[in-house]
């Protein structure tokens, strides 16, 4: 087996699998998080917790605490993302709504392959959702434009067609802020912002910490370290916890489990902010 070199970091609440738009599956991502040394790992799916029994079954093997947790996409003026994290998967609200949002994620593909063949560019919505083992989304229509040869790289891909306000983007139907904070607080979960310094996210922080918000995501691959440094200044002043992860999809991306994240007293902290589901 390959050596790993260690992370930096014991925990890491931000990871993708499969499951949504990682390149590994969630068995595959907590083993390289444990030959990593992560001892507790956030499975941070976009928009479902399909792959969270996988993914403790692994843990329990390797000695990895899996964390029950998701990327749930918001609007707030703009879309946004909310990390929720230690909650129950099998919430009858949650489940449904995040049924809801699949069916709505089905769509979408369709309707970006539409806009796609009106720009002369062929791409078609079955084969995008068969390349798709959980969640359907953008990248997944990223990845067969770079291999059928439209564009050259995935970050063209979003430059050209997929990115907001780019031809081929089309809004994706998405909870309000307020409502998917309260459906991660109703599942048991602490709502906290993920990647704040990113396309100013940041701008809607008064408006999510009325909602009920309970952390901020300072420690992220985007961030530079005066960035970190602001934000974990900002979480301390409005009284949120400042968590962290890696926010991994695939290493071609620059990050690995464990590349950045959080001190073990941070989850603590995050742990003592969860809601009775």
């Not at 912002?193 to 996210?201: F, Q, R, T």
């Not at 922080?205 to 970190?228: M, Q």
């Amino acid at each position: 087996m390959k050596r790993v070199a260690p992370a930096p970091y014991t925990a890491d609440l931000h990871a993708h699998s499969t499951c949504s738009d990682g390149a590994l599956s969630p068995t595959a991502l907590v083993e390289l998080a444990a030959r990593r040394g992560v001892r507790h790992l956030a499975l941070t799916d976009h928009d479902t917790v399909q792959g969270i029994a996988e993914a403790r079954d692994v843990g329990r093997r390797r000695g990895v605490q899996i964390i029950a947790a998701l990327e749930l996409s918001v609007w707030e003026e703009r879309e946004l993302h909310v990390l929720g994290y230690y909650v129950d998967p099998d919430h009858p609200a949650l489940r449904e709504n995040l049924q809801d949002y699949r069916t709505a994620r089905t769509r979408r593909v369709h309707d970006i392959c539409e806009r796609l063949a009106e720009l002369g560019v062929h791409l078609d919505a079955e084969q995008v959702l068969a390349s798709a083992a959980g969640n359907p989304g953008r990248p997944h229509i990223a990845h067969l434009l770079v291999k059928g040869g439209h564009v050259r790289s995935f970050d063209e891909a979003f430059q050209r067609y997929l990115g907001n306000g780019k031809p081929a983007c089309v809004p994706s139907a998405r909870l309000s802020a307020a409502d998917g904070i309260a459906l991660i607080h109703a599942a048991g979960g602490v709502a906290v912002l993920a990647h704040p310094g990113v396309e100013g996210a940041e701008g809607h922080l008064d408006a999510l910490v009325a909602h009920g918000l309970d952390g901020l995501e300072c420690s992220h691959p985007a961030h530079d370290a005066a960035t970190t440094r602001r934000l974990r200044g900002v979480a301390e002043t409005r009284g949120l916890v400042a968590t962290g992860g890696s926010d991994f999809h695939r290493s071609e991306r620059g990050s690995a489990p464990g590349s950045h994240g959080v001190e073990p007293v941070i989850l603590a902290r995050l742990h003592a902010r969860r809601r009775a589901a």
